[in-house]
């Protein structure tokens, strides 16, 4: 991590606390134990460097190659990059699709206020939700 990296990141947990929460719950170790480390560390006084490197590392481990760089920047902008938007994107909130139960194949839907959730043709299951 570098030397900057630290306060930044500390920063970041401060502001997305619950959206990292959120993801670890939901990631593939189901354990927010990440950031409650970093939290102990800071209300210790102690050095978070350790437990912050740990969390991004955990972050980018559960699927999110940014780790903790992917969040902040204001609201309606992509994460990690701030006041930039994608094309047709307006909403200051994440986008949803719904992809492949097992994660075997490709197959996505997006959502639509009006249609059933999806199931997978092969096994009958609902497709899972998941934030892009």
Same mark, same amino acid.
């Given at each position: 991590?570098?030397?900057?990296?630290?306060?930044?990141?500390?920063? *970041? *947990?401060?502001?997305?606390?619950?959206?990292?929460? =959120?993801?670890?719950?939901?990631?593939? @170790?189901?354990?927010? !134990?990440?950031?409650?480390? *970093?939290?102990? =560390?800071?209300?210790?006084?102690?050095? /978070?460097?350790?437990?912050?490197?740990?969390?991004? =590392?955990?972050?980018?481990? &559960? !699927?999110?190659?940014?780790?903790?760089?992917?969040?902040?920047?204001?609201?309606?902008?992509?994460? &990690?990059?701030?006041?930039?938007?994608?094309? @047709?994107?307006?909403?200051?909130?994440?986008?949803?699709?719904?992809?492949?139960?097992?994660?075997?194949?490709?197959?996505?839907?997006?959502?639509?206020?009006?249609?059933?959730? /999806?199931?997978?043709?092969?096994? &009958?299951?609902?497709?899972?939700?998941?934030?892009?």
């Amino acid at each position: 991590m570098a030397d900057e990296s630290g306060p930044e990141w500390l920063a *970041v *947990v401060c502001a997305d606390l619950e959206e990292i929460r =959120a993801d670890l719950r939901a990631g593939p @170790g189901g354990d927010a !134990g990440p950031v409650e480390r *970093v939290l102990s =560390a800071v209300r210790d006084g102690s050095d /978070p460097e350790a437990a912050l490197t740990t969390l991004h =590392a955990v972050l980018q481990a &559960g !699927g999110d190659p940014l780790g903790l760089d992917g969040y902040g920047g204001p609201p309606g902008g992509l994460r &990690g990059l701030p006041g930039l938007r994608a094309e @047709g994107i307006n909403a200051p909130h994440a986008e949803w699709v719904y992809l492949c139960p097992t994660g075997r194949c490709p197959r996505h839907a997006w959502p639509a206020a009006t249609a059933p959730q /999806p199931r997978c043709a092969i096994s &009958g299951i609902e497709l899972r939700l998941e934030r892009l």
